[in-house]
């Protein structure tokens, strides 16, 4: 997996201008702040911190991370 620096860091500013950090979606999630900026980073999957980061961010993880959700496999949300 390759690692996104830039998508990491957008990550952080978005979540910070909602008053979030990686250590409260770590929390959300029942994981380390390492297992989430491992995910935020590209370093890891996890469907279930993908859909908190996402849904703090009031998007979808497809939006989040495309690489990771191909335009073919279904299901709007």
């Known amino acids: 997996m390759a690692i996104d620096r830039e998508r990491h860091a957008r990550i952080r500013y978005e979540l910070s201008l909602r008053g979030l950090t990686l250590a409260e979606i770590a929390k959300r999630a029942g994981v ?19 859909m908190i980061l996402a849904h703090a961010l009031e998007t979808l993880p497809e939006a989040l991370f495309p690489e990771r959700y191909p335009a073919d496999s279904g299901g709007n949300r």
Do not use: F, T
């Open 32 to 50: 380390s702040i390492s297992s989430v900026s491992a995910v935020s980073l590209g370093k890891s999957r996890s469907a279930r911190v993908e």
